[in-house]
Nanobody, 122 residues
Framework: DVQLVESGGGSVHTGESLRLSCETS????????MGWFRQAPGKEREDVAR???????RYAPSVQGRFPISLDNAKNSLYLQMNSLKSEDTAMYYC?????????????????WGQGTQVTVS
């Protein structure tokens, strides 16, 4: 069974940085679309960043230029470097994998989800 485990969340101050990691296990890496999502209390889940099989990245306008997404194939791990953090970035962050095409806008495109890691910016 495929498992995604996020780590790297925490509490930081405005302007600081965090690096989220998503380690995948239980399968041989499948070069489909992977991504990061977030959900703040009382708000809908938001698509933060996606990375496709060719290495092309897509970002939400709110994080463009601040949150580069990357993948380490050797470690089967996905990363989100979060720079210049703002209070509005506070949310639970989720890793997702196994979407066939990053162009598919549906969250349901992703077959596997992690349990999330909390990021709090004050």
């Amino acid at each position: 069974d495929v498992q995604l485990v996020e780590s790297g969340g925490g509490s930081v101050h405005t302007g600081e940085s965090l690096r989220l990691s998503c380690e995948t296990s239980g399968h041989t890496y499948s070069p489909y679309c992977m991504g990061w999502f977030r959900q703040a209390p009382g708000k809908e889940r938001e698509d933060v960043a996606r990375l496709d099989r060719d290495g092309a990245a897509r970002y939400a306008p709110s994080v463009q230029g601040r949150f580069p997404i990357s993948l380490d194939n050797a470690k089967n791990s996905l990363y989100l470097q979060m720079n210049s953090l703002k209070s509005e970035d506070t949310a639970m962050y989720y890793c997702a994998a196994d979407c066939l095409y990053c162009d598919d806008p549906r969250d349901a495109c992703f077959g596997y989800w992690g349990q999330g890691t909390q990021v709090t910016v004050s």
